[in-house]
């Protein structure tokens, strides 16, 4: 059974920054790319990939985010973070942790909200 707990939301005026973590219940984490997905207030239909990393490490960025966004891994410990700097109104949404593929299995998410 998958288990995806994502936290480290929070308020935070733009420009400022947050660091999200994932601890991911996974068998085949390790071998598994991950990624963070988020949806924006007022579209509960959409989850957008902002970032995902290759089981090496090898990172890709969404547009909106790249340059502004890391993510990264410890297959060790089963762990994905997200670290955000520089944030923007644009980047408020509910923030998820899964697999890329995405697989229906989902966390609660952790809230990011940007607003001064």
């Known amino acids: 059974q998958v288990q995806l707990v994502e936290s480290g939301g929070?308020?935070?005026q733009p420009g400022g920054s947050l660091k999200l973590s994932c601890a991911a219940s996974i068998s085949d984490f390790s071998s598994?790319?991950?990624?963070?997905?988020?949806?924006?207030?007022?579209?509960?239909r959409?989850?957008?990939?902002?970032?995902?990393i290759g089981p090496a490490g090898t990172p890709s960025?969404?547009?909106?985010?790249k340059g502004r966004f890391t993510i990264s891994r410890d297959n060790a410990r089963n762990l994905v973070d997200l670290?955000?700097?520089?944030?923007?109104?644009?980047?408020?949404?509910?923030?998820?942790c899964?697999?890329?593929?995405?697989?229906?299995d989902w966390g609660q998410g952790t809230q990011v909200t940007v607003s001064s």
Do not use: C
Not at 46 to 52: H, K, S
Not at 61 to 65: D, E, F, L, N, W
Not at 98 to 104: I, L
């Open 98 to 104: 899964n697999t890329f593929p995405r697989r229906d």
């Open 32 to 44: 598994s790319i991950m990624a963070w997905y988020r949806q924006a207030p007022g579209k509960e």
């Open 83 to 96: 670290q955000m700097n520089s944030l923007k109104s644009e980047d408020t949404a509910i923030y998820y």
């Open 10 to 12: 929070g308020w935070v």
């Open 46 to 52: 959409e989850r957008e990939r902002v970032a995902f």
């Open 61 to 65: 960025y969404a547009g909106s985010v």
